[in-house]
T-cell receptor, first 114, second 114 residues
Framework: AQKVTQAQTEISVVEKEDVTLDCVYE???????LFWYKQPPSGELVFLIR??????QNEISGRYSWNFQKSTSSFNFTITASQVVDSAVYFC???????????FGTGTRLTIIP | GAGVSQSPSNKVTEKGKDVELRCDPI?????LYWYRQSLGQGLEFLIY????????KSGLPSDRFSAERTGGSVSTLTIQRTQQEDSAVYLC????????????FGPGTRLTVL
């Protein structure tokens, strides 16, 4: 069975602070994909990043960075110099090769205080 | 280009009525997915289409739920004899092909059953 755990239900930080959102996953499959999605107040899920299980390189995109560690089954997301527009619910998700279903974590609500 | 679109954006219905929710995937995307987002259950997979066929219907919660896809494009999710527990946001996603590709989500339909 697959499982994604986002232990942080809600996080609040002051604008310009850095913040890390944790994601821990469980799967028995050797080929799988990990995703982060952002859900702003408008409600639409916005794709942020996809990582496959064979690529453990960290990724940076502007103020966003992702740390994938298979040894700890974690795929953490860091926002540097946070901005009010980063306020949203962030979901981590897992998909195994050959299975079309995305398994989502319960999400982390991030609030950036101006 | 245009993203995934869903209609209606909001639907209020009375218990026992049937409802139809529509999804227009991104043009050229062969795979289409339905998910449900509710407070108690988080984001749940409902059904996946490849072309017009549905290889995975494992997430449909009861036989009151059905879905079809015609012409390899538009999909309709039908809920018969709606119950209050069906109240949720129904999200549709599409991807260029199954397997490796990212799922891109629409804005959702918020269903309220009175």
């Amino acid at each position: 069975a697959q499982k994604v755990t986002q232990a942080q239900t809600e996080i609040s930080v002051v604008e310009k602070e850095d913040v890390t959102l944790d994601c821990v996953y469980e799967t028995r499959d050797t080929t799988y994909y990990l995703f982060w999605y952002k859900q702003p107040p408008s409600g639409e899920l916005v794709f942020l990043i996809r990582r496959n299980s064979f690529d453990e390189q960290n990724e940076i995109s502007g103020r966003y960075s992702w740390n994938f560690q298979k040894s700890t089954s974690s795929f953490n997301f860091t926002i540097t110099a946070s901005q009010v527009v980063d306020s949203a619910v962030y979901f981590c998700a897992l998909k195994s090769f050959g299975n079309e279903k995305l398994t989502f974590g319960t999400g982390t609500r991030l609030t950036i205080i101006p | 280009g245009a993203g995934v679109s869903q209609s209606p954006s909001n639907k209020v219905t009375e218990k026992g009525k049937d409802v139809e929710l529509r999804c227009d995937p991104i043009s050229g995307h062969t795979a289409l997915y339905w998910y449900r987002q509710s407070l108690g259950q988080g984001l749940e997979f409902l059904i996946y289409f490849q072309g017009n066929s549905a290889p995975d219907k494992s997430g449909l919660p009861s036989d009151r739920f059905s879905a079809e896809r015609t012409g390899g494009s538009v999909s309709t999710l039908t809920i018969q004899r709606t119950q209050q527990e069906d109240s949720a946001v129904y999200l549709c996603a599409s991807s260029p092909r199954p397997g490796l590709d990212t799922q891109y989500f629409g804005p959702g339909t918020r269903l309220t059953v009175l």
